[in-house]
């Protein structure tokens, strides 16, 4: 009896000295590179986090999928192989409809009504990731989606056997729609996939086209305007109620201060990459009405199939945002 209260005793010192002093380390699993305004995002918040501790929690930050592919990062956090990550949410869109949203054509084209749509689904995909023991800790917004091209973009006829690069089910759905075939390239192989001619057309953001040297193989870049996607920083809930209170509260603080930095960064990033595209000798241009007309057809039908899919709580949401 009196060694096992020993041992009770010794054990109960250890654990209280030992929490008192111990750091916490995350590894943070993210898909893209540095020179993405999301990459750069993370940082920050990283070091915001370990500022508000003294340095006790520190977030190590692994970009460009270098610790886990991008497909892979959802499970990842699930599973608490990472306790955080960052996912396009696009890429979830197989799992439940309400991440095919993100990625609707001509739903939400500008900024304001990008954080309409995000204020509007936030509810439902916090719900969603909850059953999945995840939680949201914020969602920043990549520039609107344009198209590039090797030919200028004329009419909605362009997009006809094309070889399409799709990063989600609903850009590859939206390829069908548009008679192109669709197929899948993960940002880091971008130019790999044109210098092989596996795709030979793209649709993403100033951003991506500039990080993949698009200048490269397109010379068009025809600034529709499409849709406005977004990331998410996701951390596993067991994992974050493990962590004592003042990191709880650090990392939420970091998280609403991301989140607004971020949309301010998608919005000048918008702009600096616009240039930037040009520059390098791509042809930025507008659209012309015809074309808008044609797409804004293709988006509405795509959001009426989507409001199926998603059922009752879809068209909820829906009527809410319009
Ligand atoms: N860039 C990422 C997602 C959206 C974007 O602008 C990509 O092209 O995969």
Redesign the pocket.
């Known amino acids: 009896m009196k060694s096992i209260f020993k041992i009770a005793a010794i054990t109960a010192a250890s654990v209280i000295s030992t929490s008192a002093i111990s750091a916490t380390r995350w590894d943070m699993a993210t898909p893209?590179v540095d020179a993405?305004h999301h990459t750069q995002n993370i940082r920050q918040f990283a070091k915001d986090v370990n500022a508000a501790t003294n340095g006790d929690f520190e977030i190590i930050v692994h970009a460009g999928a270098s610790l886990i592919k991008h497909k892979e990062i959802p499970r990842a956090v699930r599973t608490q192989q990472v306790p955080i990550g960052e996912v396009?949410i696009?890429i979830l869109g197989n799992e439940d409809p309400i991440y095919k949203l993100d990625n609707l054509p001509f739903l939400a084209t500008n900024f304001t009504d990008a954080k309409k749509l995000y204020e509007v689904s936030k509810p439902i995909i916090e719900a969603k990731l909850n059953k999945n023991g995840l939680m949201l800790l914020y969602s920043v917004p990549?520039?609107p989606?344009g198209v590039y091209s090797k030919e200028p973009l004329t009419s909605i006829d362009s997009f006809k056997g094309a070889k399409l690069?799709a990063?989600s089910s609903t850009l590859s759905r939206l390829a069908v729609l548009l008679e192109a075939s669709p197929t899948t390239v993960?940002?880091v192989e971008?130019p790999q996939a044109f210098s092989t001619g596996i795709i030979d057309m793209?649709i993403?953001?100033?951003?991506?086209g500039v990080s993949?040297q698009s200048w490269d193989y397109v010379d068009n870049y025809t600034d529709v305007q499409a849709w406005i996607?977004k990331?998410m920083v996701i951390v596993n809930k067991r994992s974050f109620k493990r962590l004592d209170k003042s990191m709880q509260s650090a990392l939420l603080t970091a998280a609403a201060a991301a989140e607004k930095r971020g949309w301010e960064l998608a919005i000048n990033e918008t702009e600096i990459k616009n240039k930037e595209l040009m520059e390098h000798g791509v042809k930025v241009v507008d659209p012309n009405p015809e074309l808008i007309k044609a797409l804004t057809a293709v988006g509405d039908q795509m959001s009426q199939e989507w409001a199926e899919e998603a059922g009752a709580e879809g068209k909820a949401l829906l009527a809410e945002y319009q």
């Open positions: 893209y993405t396009f696009g990549w520039p989606q690069r990063y993960q940002t971008i793209m993403t953001s100033p951003t991506t993949s996607p990331n």
